[in-house]
């Protein structure tokens, strides 16, 4: 999957189906101190907050987390 900045993703976690917009990518080390991209995730908190989340941009974790690009129009 392609991903950029400002692409507008949705993706599920344990906190349930989110969406919002990608404000950063960068390259660090995972917990298998390996270097990995990871994502900075910015969306609206059902409180009225905006919050970020980092989220490891590895294949295996963007399906586990049904990662998706999102047409602008869709994101709350």
């Known amino acids: 999957m392609n991903l ?12 349930g189906d989110l969406s919002g917009y990608i404000s950063n ?19 609206m908190h059902e409180n009225g907050r905006e919050c970020s989340v980092r989220l490891c941009a590895t294949e295996s974790n963007l399906k586990a987390m049904r990662v998706a690009k999102l047409n602008t129009e869709t994101v709350n």
């Open 4 to 15: 950029n900045i400002n692409d507008a993703i949705s993706w599920t976690s344990a906190a």
């Open 25 to 43: 990518i960068c390259l660090n080390l995972n917990a298998a101190n390996q270097i990995v991209a990871w994502i900075d995730v910015t969306y």
